[in-house]
């Protein structure tokens, strides 16, 4: 066998390499692997040209060529280390850059970042842009610790793996290797990420403004005031953050009257805030009525909050409260047949709009629930398969529930996976036998989730996207008295924050009023939480 047919046969690594510590733009790389480097920054229309040392394309050692404006290392060997310079001639002209490349032998190629992940985490990207831009990948796979991974992971598009809860058993160095054909050649291509476990979830370093939000100031022309501004900055100060004010969208420091200052503090240990003090030494006519606006920002984000000055008029103030306590009332009233108000309108919309444009999703509510394994969880199937879609499908909802409408064979966690992300609502229904399996035993409360692998799953893929991407929106369904203390956060966050809907069996008693009435309320508060138009009514506009 050839030199070249050896090369074919190696694992085969493609790695956007670590910097080396104290050099600028030097990566490394392992002998033996394939390699492709981009002339950064990645402009179009743009011809790119390599060297080494200085040279020109002929120059370059052998198994090293360009490609469409990528250098390809087929693969890299000891003697390419060293420097290599990109040149682009464009309309501006020309620019340069020097790119170090130290070669080592490894087996996986070396961390390239690390990433910390929680119990409800967002998935790991694979990363491989160059390589996923070939769209030549025939497939993807992930290692830890450069063995593979035991048991079934999910890798979706662009590599994302997402672990089955991740814990601290789950940290450690992951490489993401992906087949690929390049140049007419087969190859591997490989990244390396280390995973660290944390219990608390990384807050986004996103500014937000606190107060004031739309607040009112009563003043008189000619005294002096002060407006106090208080944001969210992060968790860190050194994030380039800084506040201001502006007054009719006219900067603070065009107004001799006007002066402005923050400071950053931290609170709860951990989260940093900034607070801002506009002084006004001398109210004039101008500051009064126009917007003064309290902004925060950094390298992600600018936010803003909204202050007006108005002068004190009893007269005015009168006629306020009195606009008050009848939009109070209003408002209450609202409050109190607001459901029903809700579905009323639904309904006439749904008579009156010639036309609706469907969004992609195929059902209205994936429905998650204990299957039968005790007495008292077949009630809770019962509600499940029988109660619920009667009632609900008679509307025009769709409803996808597991045990129902999945097929015998299919990949349980695939086939969850993709039918939560293809539903509007996610209904899980909660019954008391849902409690630690050692309850009076320990102190830690075991969750269902141990002994109810499906249903666990469904809870954590659903929960989390709607915790992070707000969809699919969670209802919770109570049959009976439910112990939170025996599930997960999540579900226990979910409850305090929008409460459930409790579900009561129906009386033995024959009369008919009596064994349907009494859960109309939680029937019209399980439609006014679903989708406003049922999937069945949508049709596409040709």
């Given at each position: 066998?050839?030199a070249a047919?050896?090369?074919?046969?190696?694992?085969?690594?493609?790695?956007?390499?670590?910097?080396?510590s104290?050099?600028?733009?030097?990566?490394?790389?392992?002998a033996?692997?394939?390699?492709?480097?981009?002339?950064p920054?990645?402009d179009?229309?743009?011809?790119?040209?390599?060297s080494?040392?200085g040279?020109?394309?002929l120059s370059?050692?052998?198994g090293?060529e360009?490609?469409?404006?990528?250098?390809?290392?087929?693969?890299v060997?000891m003697?390419?280390?060293?420097?290599?310079?990109?040149?682009k001639?464009?309309?501006?002209g020309?620019?340069?850059?020097?790119i170090?490349l130290?070669v080592?032998s490894?087996?996986c190629?070396e961390?390239?970042?690390?990433?910390?992940?929680?119990?409800?985490?967002?998935?790991?990207?694979?990363?491989?842009?160059e390589?996923f831009?070939?769209?030549?990948?025939?497939?993807?796979?992930?290692?830890?610790?450069?063995k593979?991974?035991?048991?079934?992971?999910p890798?979706?598009d662009?590599?994302?793996?997402?672990?089955?809860?991740?814990?601290?058993?789950?940290?450690?160095?992951?490489?993401?290797m992906?087949?690929?054909?390049?140049?007419?050649?087969k190859?591997?291509?490989?990244?390396?990420?280390?995973?660290t476990?944390s219990?608390?979830?990384?807050v986004?370093?996103?500014?937000?403004?606190?107060?004031?939000q739309?607040?009112v100031?009563?003043?008189?022309?000619?005294?002096?005031?002060?407006?106090?501004?208080?944001?969210?900055?992060?968790?860190?100060?050194?994030?380039?953050?800084?506040?201001y004010w502006?007054?009719?969208n006219?900067?603070t420091?065009?107004?001799t009257?006007?002066?402005?200052s923050?400071?950053s503090?931290?609170?709860?240990?951990r989260?940093y805030y900034?607070?801002?003090?506009?002084?006004?030494?001398?109210v004039?006519?101008?500051?009064?009525?126009?917007?003064?606006?309290c902004?925060?920002?950094?390298?992600?984000k600018l936010?803003?909050?909204?202050a007006?000055?108005?002068?004190?008029?009893?007269s005015?103030?009168?006629t306020?409260v009195?606009?008050?306590?009848?939009?109070?009332?209003?408002?209450?009233?609202?409050?109190?047949?607001?459901?029903?108000l809700?579905?009323?309108?639904?309904?006439l919309?749904?008579?009156?709009s010639?036309?609706?444009i469907?969004d992609?999703?195929?059902y209205?509510a994936?429905?998650?629930?204990?299957?039968p394994?005790?007495?008292?969880?077949?009630v809770?199937?019962?509600?499940?398969?029988?109660?619920?879609?009667?009632?609900?499908e008679?509307?025009?909802?769709?409803?996808?529930?597991r045990?129902?409408?999945?097929?015998?064979?299919e990949?349980?966690?695939d086939v969850?996976?993709?039918?939560?992300r293809?539903?509007?609502?996610?209904?899980?229904?909660?019954s008391?036998e849902?409690?630690?399996?050692?309850e009076?035993?320990?102190?830690?409360?075991?969750t269902l989730?141990?002994?109810?692998?499906?249903?666990?799953?469904?809870q954590?893929?659903?929960?989390?996207?709607?915790?992070?991407r707000?969809?699919?929106?969670v209802?919770?369904?109570e049959?009976?008295?439910?112990?939170?203390?025996?599930?997960?956060e999540?579900?226990r966050y979910?409850?305090?924050?929008?409460?459930?809907?409790?579900?009561?069996?129906p009386?033995?008693?024959t009369?008919?009023?009596?064994?349907f009435?009494?859960?109309?309320?939680?029937?019209?508060s399980l439609?006014?939480?679903?989708?406003?138009?049922?999937?069945?009514?949508?049709h596409?506009i040709?």
């Amino acid at each position: 066998m050839t030199a070249a047919g050896w090369v074919i046969l190696l694992s085969v690594t493609f790695t956007v390499a670590q910097k080396l510590s104290g050099e600028a733009d030097t990566y490394h790389v392992s002998a033996g692997y394939l390699f492709v480097l981009r002339c950064p920054p990645e402009d179009k229309n743009t011809n790119v040209t390599w060297s080494r040392r200085g040279g020109h394309n002929l120059s370059l050692p052998s198994g090293v060529e360009v490609i469409d404006g990528l250098l390809a290392f087929q693969p890299v060997q000891m003697s390419h280390n060293g420097s290599y310079t990109c040149e682009k001639r464009g309309v501006t002209g020309v620019t340069g850059e020097t790119i170090g490349l130290s070669v080592s032998s490894e087996k996986c190629p070396e961390v390239h970042e690390n990433k910390r992940i929680t119990a409800v985490n967002e998935g790991v990207p694979c990363k491989q842009t160059e390589i996923f831009n070939l769209k030549t990948t025939t497939h993807t796979r992930w290692l830890k610790e450069c063995k593979p991974l035991q048991g079934s992971i999910p890798v979706e598009d662009q590599g994302l793996m997402r672990l089955n809860g991740a814990s601290e058993s789950d940290a450690g160095n992951y490489t993401c290797m992906v087949d690929v054909t390049f140049n007419g050649r087969k190859f591997t291509a490989a990244r390396s990420i280390r995973l660290t476990f944390s219990k608390i979830p990384v807050v986004a370093e996103i500014p937000n403004v606190i107060y004031p939000q739309q607040e009112v100031v009563m003043v008189k022309e000619g005294m002096a005031v002060e407006l106090k501004c208080k944001a969210y900055i992060g968790l860190s100060e050194e994030n380039d953050t800084f506040m201001y004010w502006t007054v009719d969208n006219v900067s603070t420091e065009d107004f001799t009257q006007l002066n402005d200052s923050w400071v950053s503090f931290q609170e709860d240990g951990r989260v940093y805030y900034g607070l801002s003090t506009l002084s006004i030494s001398e109210v004039r006519r101008q500051f009064i009525n126009v917007p003064i606006t309290c902004c925060v920002q950094n390298t992600l984000k600018l936010v803003c909050g909204v202050a007006l000055l108005q002068e004190a008029d009893h007269s005015a103030l009168y006629t306020s409260v009195s606009l008050c306590i009848s939009a109070s009332l209003a408002f209450a009233a609202f409050l109190f047949f607001k459901v029903d108000l809700v579905l009323a309108y639904r309904k006439l919309l749904r008579h009156f709009s010639k036309q609706q444009i469907s969004d992609g999703k195929l059902y209205d509510a994936y429905v998650s629930f204990l299957h039968p394994d005790t007495i008292t969880s077949d009630v809770t199937a019962n509600f499940a398969l029988q109660i619920l879609p009667k009632e609900m499908e008679k509307h025009g909802y769709s409803l996808f529930i597991r045990g129902r409408d999945d097929c015998p064979g299919e990949a349980v966690h695939d086939v969850i996976a993709a039918m939560v992300r293809r539903c509007h609502r996610l209904i899980i229904i909660l019954s008391p036998e849902i409690r630690s399996s050692t309850e009076g035993e320990t102190e830690e409360v075991e969750t269902l989730c141990d002994n109810q692998t499906q249903l666990c799953y469904e809870q954590k893929i659903g929960v989390h996207d709607a915790l992070t991407r707000n969809e699919p929106r969670v209802i919770l369904v109570e049959i009976g008295s439910v112990d939170y203390r025996c599930l997960p956060e999540s579900l226990r966050y979910i409850k305090r924050k929008q409460g459930a809907l409790k579900w009561k069996k129906p009386s033995l008693k024959t009369n008919k009023c009596i064994k349907f009435c009494s859960n109309r309320n939680f029937w019209k508060s399980l439609r006014y939480n679903m989708p406003s138009v049922p999937s069945g009514t949508l049709h596409t506009i040709v």
